[in-house]
């Protein structure tokens, strides 16, 4: 897969989303018009709900991929344990 500068600043963005709660997600590559990335999901015990789950965080950088780097359509999460 190859590396995109653009689809690499936009998930640096999104990590300031996953960090507070100790998660992390990485970007594997672009192929196509598809951006594969790695979620590494947190854990917040005193708020289950504020961890993302990977299907909102799938929808989350669609977004913002729509928005900064419009060549990427199609988002895959990948989960690490």
Known sequence: MA????AEFVVMEAKSIV???G???ELIG???STASVRYKKGHNPHCLECVITPA???????DMFSEKA????????LVAD
């Open 30 to 32: 672009v192929e196509g």
């Open 70 to 77: 419009p060549h990427i359509t199609r988002v895959e999460v």
């Open 19 to 21: 960090t507070p709660d």
């Open 56 to 62: 909102d965080l799938c929808d989350f950088l669609t």
């Open 23 to 25: 998660g992390d997600i």
């Open 3 to 6: 590396r995109d500068a653009l």
